[in-house]
């Protein structure tokens, strides 16, 4: 994870503690078990797809998923739905004990258009984007309710998603967390690419 994607969800922690919530810090280990069937869950659906015109007009990291997913049995997509299931089973076990988990939205700053494609290789493509989102696969899976807030900024003046993810029929606490830290980490006056001194100045210039 890029260290200043672990600040803003750092940065969060604490705006939450100055806010009466209890906070506490867990390490989330890598789940390759659960990211590799959910790759063969996300494939077949690509490939489920009726394509409307020639696959040649596709981008090559289509192509390689649809082919992969017809190489693919429905005894193999089974198993992949099990651990996937399973697994997000366990996740949410894992957070029982709190109400909200915090995470990362993505695991890097915001890349610029087309940086992880590799035409190439659409495997290595498909690796880079599987890496780049990290915590979104767990939401999909879980089908737990989630929403990434901008509640970072990069040294670039981009902005940087925080992840709040709450159990099963929490949309009411979620909508009311984020409610807060927007309050208490307020972005709407804020643009990507702005540095943190000019964003100061148009705050100063703006009050005046």
Known sequence: MDAE???????????????????????????PELTENF???????VGSRAAA??????RPI?????????????AELAASIGVVQA????????????????TPTVTAPPTRVGELRDDSDPAAELAAMTAFTGNTVIGNATGC?????????????????????AGWGREDLLFAVSAALEEALPWADRYPGRSGAAQASAAVADAS
């Open 87 to 102: 697994r997000a089973r366990a996740w949410i076990l894992d957070h029982a004990d709190a109400d909200l988990v915090i």
């Open 145 to 165: 309710p989630a929403i990434s807030l901008p509640l970072g900024w990069s040294s670039e003046g981009l902005p940087l998603g925080v992840s709040l993810t």
């Open 5 to 31: 994607v672990a600040a803003a969800v750092e940065r969060t922690g604490r705006a939450l503690a100055g806010l009466g919530h209890d906070v506490f810090a867990r390490d989330q280990a890598p789940d």
């Open 62 to 74: 289509v192509r390689h998923l649809r082919s992969a997913a017809h190489r693919s049995s429905a």
């Open 53 to 58: 015109f020639d696959g040649s007009a596709m």
């Open 39 to 45: 790759r063969v869950m996300f494939t077949a659906l």
